[in-house]
């Protein structure tokens, strides 16, 4: 009975101990969360794609603004809209929740605001952009870009309105940040065939495999998905290192409970001998109800109890 007892407190410390330690391990490691590039080329190379591009970011960009965010959850999604022209710029960018609150009107309204950029496209400096955006330790930040263009390269030269005369088909420029794309998850929309073709063998080449290039036809077909709730990727030599130290954590907490269950137990022993020691000693007599209280024992030279005093002759003759 007492050995599992014992057993069983040192079962529930050691439970107790360990939830403790793995909940101030989880505050103390940053938050996941989902960093989302949304670039949509706004140059004249991709005019007649333009708005079935931008009505397909705004889809995505509700889809978003619609996912239930839990109020316990610290990790926030940050959300980034470039306009990919002459010289490309972020014309939005803010947090998750505040999605609910963007008027799509007024995004859409700086995109064609942009006309000052639209005749050259430099690919090189917007995907150099959306990389520097997506910065971080992918560990715990989940990069995604969606980009709507058709990776027409046209940089500009000494003027924005004088742009470099692309090939066909228009191959990376030197810039293009391939190894700041290595953990992001790019999807390209609305491309050309032969583009698709040629840079998708480049990406194979540099070693990009989440670089998905949709062609013109594959596009209207895609549906966009907002992307699933960021969660901490571990190595496989992390997860062996956190299994042995989480082991060796339960091994002393074990050991601990089993002092503590011992030294409760030592202590519930002492009080019991205690208390049956003084138990065992000789009962206090008290009359209970009803009992006669012995007689008290006259003392010496006392008269008994219910005699008169005797009187003296002369007083007797005088009454």
Same mark, same amino acid.
């Given at each position: 009975?007492?050995?599992?007892?014992?057993?069983?407190?040192?079962?529930?410390?050691?439970?107790?101990?360990?939830?403790?330690?793995? !909940?101030?391990?989880?505050?103390?490691?940053?938050?996941?969360?989902?960093?989302?590039?949304?670039? &949509?080329?706004? $140059?004249?190379?991709?005019?007649? #794609?333009?708005?079935?591009?931008?009505?397909?970011? !705004?889809?995505? /960009?509700?889809?978003? $603004?619609? !996912?239930?965010?839990?109020?316990?959850?610290?990790?926030?999604?940050?959300?980034?809209?470039?306009?990919?022209?002459?010289?490309?710029?972020?014309?939005?960018?803010?947090?998750?929740?505040?999605?609910?609150?963007?008027?799509?009107?007024?995004?859409?309204?700086?995109?064609?605001?942009?006309?000052?950029?639209?005749?050259?496209?430099?690919?090189?400096?917007?995907?150099?952009?959306?990389?520097?955006?997506?910065?971080?330790? !992918?560990?715990?930040?989940?990069?995604?870009?969606?980009?709507?263009?058709?990776?027409?390269?046209?940089?500009?030269?000494?003027?924005?309105?004088?742009?470099?005369?692309?090939?066909?088909?228009?191959?990376?420029?030197?810039?293009?940040?391939?190894?700041? /794309?290595?953990?992001? @998850?790019? $999807?390209?929309?609305?491309?050309?065939?032969?583009?698709? /073709?040629?840079?998708?063998?480049?990406?194979?080449?540099?070693?990009?495999?989440?670089?998905?290039?949709?062609?013109?036809?594959? @596009?209207?077909?895609?549906?966009?998905?907002?992307?699933?709730?960021?969660?901490?990727?571990?190595?496989?030599?992390?997860?062996?290192?956190?299994?042995?130290?989480?082991?060796?954590?339960?091994? @002393?907490?074990?050991?601990?409970?089993?002092?503590?269950? /011992?030294?409760?137990?030592?202590?519930?022993?002492?009080?019991?001998?205690?208390?049956? #020691? #003084?138990?065992?000693?000789?009962? @206090?007599?008290?009359?209970?109800?009803?009992? &006669?209280?012995?007689?008290?024992?006259?003392?010496?030279?006392?008269?008994?109890?219910?005699?008169?005093?005797?009187?003296?002759?002369?007083?007797?003759?005088?009454?």
């Amino acid at each position: 009975m007492l050995k599992t007892f014992a057993s069983r407190c040192i079962a529930w410390l050691a439970a107790a101990l360990a939830l403790m330690l793995l !909940s101030l391990d989880v505050h103390a490691a940053p938050q996941p969360i989902n960093k989302v590039v949304v670039m &949509v080329d706004t $140059s004249g190379s991709y005019k007649g #794609r333009q708005m079935e591009a931008i009505q397909k970011a !705004s889809q995505l /960009l509700d889809a978003m $603004s619609q !996912s239930k965010i839990h109020r316990w959850e610290k990790g926030v999604d940050q959300i980034f809209i470039v306009s990919l022209d002459a010289m490309p710029e972020v014309i939005w960018q803010g947090l998750r929740r505040e999605l609910k609150t963007l008027d799509r009107n007024e995004w859409i309204a700086r995109f064609k605001a942009r006309t000052d950029y639209s005749k050259c496209t430099d690919i090189g400096a917007g995907f150099v952009l959306a990389a520097n955006l997506l910065e971080g330790d !992918s560990k715990y930040v989940k990069k995604y870009l969606f980009a709507f263009t058709d990776l027409v390269d046209e940089p500009p030269m000494d003027s924005i309105w004088k742009c470099k005369k692309p090939r066909r088909p228009s191959l990376p420029p030197e810039t293009f940040p391939w190894e700041n /794309l290595q953990d992001v @998850s790019v $999807s390209v929309f609305w491309a050309p065939p032969d583009q698709k /073709l040629a840079w998708a063998r480049i990406a194979k080449e540099k070693g990009v495999a989440t670089f998905a290039i949709h062609t013109t036809s594959e @596009s209207a077909q895609v549906k966009l998905a907002p992307p699933p709730k960021a969660r901490v990727t571990f190595t496989e030599e992390e997860v062996q290192a956190n299994r042995a130290r989480y082991a060796g954590i339960a091994g @002393s907490v074990a050991t601990w409970g089993l002092y503590v269950v /011992l030294g409760f137990v030592f202590l519930a022993v002492i009080i019991g001998l205690a208390g049956r #020691r #003084r138990g065992n000693g000789p009962p @206090s007599r008290r009359p209970g109800p009803g009992m &006669v209280p012995p007689l008290r024992r006259p003392l010496p030279g006392s008269p008994p109890q219910g005699a008169r005093p005797p009187q003296t002759p002369g007083r007797s003759q005088q009454h």
